[in-house]
C-alpha cells in the first residue's frame, strides 16, 4: 500500500503501517545531552539551495554537521519519517513588548509604538527587570519550539535593553543578534530641522556603551536624527564592527517627512548615510526605489502580518524578487505576532503568488529561503549560513514526517512552508545545542 494515498482516519486507525513502512528509520542519541546524534532513512533540505533530498544518515557531533549520506531528490516523503530542514532566522523582531499581546488593537501605529509616549514605551518603563527577562526568554523558547533557531532584534531601553535579552538570549538558548537604539531620541522636533547637527555628545558615549553589549544599532526611522548624526552613527559602529539597521518605507508618512526636510526619501537616505546591514519592511516601496534597493545590494527584511495587522498595505514582494533583492523574514512586534515565523513564510507565500498573477510562481523553495539561505548573505552567515552541509554547523530543526500532511503531499516543501504546526516538530538544534525538545 502506498502510505500517500491513506487519510487522516486511516492513518490513526492502523498505525501498524507505520512501523512496518519506517522500520528503517532511526533517532538515535548515544549522548543524554544530545549533543551529538543520527537520524537514518530521513529527507533533509540540504544544500544552498534548500531543497529536500533523500538521506541515508544525518549525524552531528561537537557542533558540526559530521555526516549527511545524501541520495535522490524526494518530491514525496516516501515513507521517511524524520525531515531535517535548517535552524529559521527571525530577522526582524522586537521581543521587548512580547508581554503585552494585541495591545495595540485599539490603538493607532503612534498610540502604541511610538516614543516618548506610546502605550509599548510607557509599560516598558513600568515592568520589573527580573520579569522582563523572565518573559522575553519565555518567548525566546516559544520560537525554539518553533523552528526558530537565532532572531535580529530591535531592542529598545539602550543599554539597559540590550543586557536583559542577553540574559533571555542565554536562558533560553536561542541567539539573540541585539540591535539597541538609545534610550531617549537624542534631538529634538527643532534640531531635527537642522540636517548638519550633530549627535550630542552624552548620545555618541552612550551609544558606544550600548554596542559592548549590543551586536549594532537600531532607530524606527531615518527621521528621528539628523544626516550628521546618521554620519556619525555609521562611523562609531564601523569603528567597533557592529551592525546597522532601520525601518524604511514602513508608511507613505516616512518618506513625506524625509522629503520635506532633506529633498530625499528616507529609503534613498538609508543607503547614502547610513550604508545599513538590513533595510526593514519596504511596505509602500515604488518601483524607483525597489530599483535602488536592488542596485545597493542590501537586504531586506519583509514583516507582512505586522503591516497588515497595523492596517498598512502589503510589502511588494513580488516586485522585490523579481528585482533580485535578498529578502529575509520577520514577525516584527511582540505586540502584533507570536514568534511562530511558519506562520510568516506560509503568509507571505500566498502574498507573492497573489502579486506575482501566477498559481505557478513563486516555488516555496524561494520562500523557504528567505527564513533559511539568505540569511547566510549578511554579515552574521559564517556562523548562521542558514544552509546544512557536512563540516557546516549543526543548525538544524528535525520535522516528524508521519503527519498525513506530509506523507501525503505531492511538493514537500511546499507543504513545509504552509501546513507547518508547531506540533510537527521534534527538536531544534543551534550549533549542536538542542534549544528544543518535543
Ligand atoms: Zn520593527
Known amino acids: 500500500m502506498h502510505f500517500g494515498t491513506m487519510d487522516r482516519r486511516e492513518y490513526k486507525r492502523n498505525p501498524g503501517c507505520i512501523s512496518r513502512i519506517f522500520f528503517k528509520s532511526t533517532y538515535l542519541y548515544p549522548m543524554r ?10 529527507v533533509v533540505w540540504a ?28 518530491t514525496e516523503a516516501g515513507g521517511c519519517r524524520y525531515g531535517v530542514i535548517p535552524g529559521l532566522v527571525n530577522a526582524h523582531t522586537h521581543v521587548g513588548d512580547c508581554f503585552l499581546p494585541e495591545v495595540a488593537v485599539p490603538l493607532t501605529l503612534e498610540e502604541a509604538f511610538f516614543r516618548p509616549h506610546g502605550y509599548k514605551y510607557r509599560a516598558l518603563e513600568s515592568i520589573s527587570a527580573a520579569d522582563h527577562v523572565r518573559q522575553m526568554s519565555g518567548f525566546l523558547g516559544e520560537m525554539a519550539a518553533s523552528g526558530t533557531v537565532a532572531h535580529v532584534d ?20 536561542v541567539r539573540s543578534l541585539i540591535l539597541g537604539q538609545l534610550k531617549v531620541s537624542p534631538q529634538s522636533e527643532a534640531e531635527l530641522s537642522d540636517a548638519e547637527r550633530p549627535l550630542p555628545a552624552g548620545a555618541a558615549e552612550e551609544l558606544k556603551e550600548m554596542l559592548s553589549v549590543a551586536d549594532g544599532f537600531s532607530e524606527s526611522t531615518m527621521n528621528d536624527l539628523t544626516d550628521a548624526a546618521w554620519r556619525e552613527v555609521r562611523s562609531i559602529t564601523r569603528d567597533l564592527d557592529r551592525a546597522r539597521a532601520i525601518h524604511c518605507l514602513e508608511n507613505g508618512g516616512y518618506r513625506a517627512l524625509s522629503l520635506s526636510r532633506t529633498g530625499k526619501g528616507d529609503l534613498e537616505r538609508a543607503l547614502e548615510l547610513l550604508d545599513p546591514d538590513l533595510v526593514v519592511h519596504l511596505t509602500v516601496a515604488m518601483d524607483a526605489e525597489i530599483d535602488l534597493l536592488a ?15 497595523l492596517g498598512l498595505p502589503l510589502p511588494p514582494v513580488a516586485k522585490l524578487m523579481k528585482a533580485g533583492v535578498n529578502l529575509l523574514l520577520g514577525t516584527d512586534n511582540g505586540i502584533l505576532n507570536g514568534p511562530d515565523l511558519f506562520r510568516e513564510l506560509d503568509f507571505i507565500y500566498r502574498l507573492a503568488r497573489s502579486q506575482w498573477g501566477d498559481g505557478r510562481h513563486p516555488l516555496p523553495g524561494e ?18 549560513p ?15 514526517l508521519t503527519r498525513p500532511h506530509f506523507q501525503n503531499s505531492r511538493d514537500l516543501t511546499g507543504t513545509l512552508i504552509t501546513r507547518t504546526a508547531p506540533g510537527d516538530l521534534l527538536q531544534t538544534v543551534f550549533r549542536g545545542k538542542t534549544v528544543y525538545h518535543a
Open 386 to 400: 542558514g544552509t546544512l552541509s557536512e563540516g557546516g554547523p549543526a543548525t538544524f530543526v528535525v520535522v516528524d
Open 367 to 384: 520562500i523557504l529561503k528567505m527564513a533559511t539561505a539568505n540569511f547566510g548573505r549578511t554579515r552574521w552567515g559564517a556562523e548562521i
Open 33 to 42: 545531552d544530545f549533543s551529538q546524534g543520527t537520524i537514518t532513512d530521513c
Open 47 to 74: 544544500g544552498p539551495d534548500v531543497a529536500p533530498v533523500r538521506c541515508g544518515a544525518f549525524a552531528w557531533e561537537a557542533g558540526k554537521i559530521t555526516g549527511m549520506v545524501l541520495g535522490e531528490a524526494a
Open 295 to 309: 542596485a545597493s545590494g542590501k537586504t531586506a527584511v519583509l514583516n507582512p502580518r505586522a503591516n497588515a495587522a
Open 154 to 173: 530591535f531592542r529598545e531601553q539602550g543599554l539597559e535593553g540590550a543586557r536583559r535579552l542577553r540574559e533571555a538570549s542565554d536562558l533560553s538558548g
